[in-house]
C-alpha cells in the first residue's frame, strides 16, 4: 500500500509538515506528561480510524514504557482498571473533543470539571492544542492514506529542525 500523495515531497506540503512538526514540540516541552501525550494521541487516533498515527503512538508509548495491557485497553478505558483518574480524565476529554460531530456540544461540562481537577493549566493548555494538534495530523494522514506499519521511534525529530 502507497499513500495517495508524499507530504515530503511537495515543497508546499513539506514545507507545511515541517511546520506541524514543530509546532508539536511546544507539547513536547510542556508538563503534560508524555504518557498521558501518547495515551490521548493514541485513542484519538483509534477513533478517527488513522492507522499510521495508531501505529506511531503505540511505539512510541511503548518506547516510553507503557506496558501492552494499557496499549490494549486504550480503546476500552472506561472498563479498564489500569488507568489513573488523571488519564481516564484525558481520555474522556480526548473522545468527546474528537468527536465534535457526534456531540455538538464538544468536551461536557462534567469532563472539564475532572480535567480541571488534574492538570493545572500549563497541562491543559498542552491537552488542549495537543488534541487540535492529533487530529489534524490523523486528518492528513486518512486524507493521503498513509500506509501504518513502518514507523520507528524518532523518526521524525530531524523534520521538527
Avoid at 18 to 25: E, G, I, L, W, Y
Avoid at 88 to 104: I, N, P, Q, S, V
Avoid at 126 to 136: E, F, S, Y
Avoid at 138 to 147: A, C, D, G, H, M
Wanted: net charge negative; with cysteine; aromatic share 8%.
Amino acid at each position: 500500500m502507497n499513500a495517495r500523495f508524499d507530504m515530503f515531497g511537495n515543497e508546499i506540503a513539506a514545507r507545511f509538515t515541517k511546520r506541524f512538526v514543530s509546532a508539536s514540540q511546544v507539547i513536547d516541552q510542556s508538563p503534560l506528561p508524555k504518557v498521558t501525550r501518547e495515551l490521548v494521541s493514541l485513542r484519538a487516533s483509534q477513533i478517527n480510524g488513522c492507522g499510521f498515527c495508531t501505529d506511531m503512538h503505540t511505539k512510541d508509548a511503548a518506547a516510553e514504557g507503557v506496558p501492552a495491557v494499557r496499549l490494549n485497553l486504550v480503546a476500552a478505558w472506561r472498563e479498564a482498571t489500569v488507568f489513573s483518574e488523571a488519564e481516564r480524565a484525558a481520555l474522556a476529554f480526548t473522545e468527546e473533543g474528537t468527536r465534535l460531530a457526534d456531540a455538538h456540544h464538544g468536551v461536557s461540562d462534567e469532563t472539564w470539571a475532572q480535567v480541571r481537577e488534574h492538570y493545572d493549566d500549563d497541562q491543559i493548555a498542552a491537552l488542549i492544542c495537543l488534541l487540535a494538534l492529533i487530529n489534524a495530523a490523523n486528518r492528513l494522514n486518512v486524507i493521503v492514506r498513509t500506509p501504518a506499519g513502518s514507523y520507528e521511534p524518532g523518526m521524525f525529530a530531524a523534520a521538527a529542525g
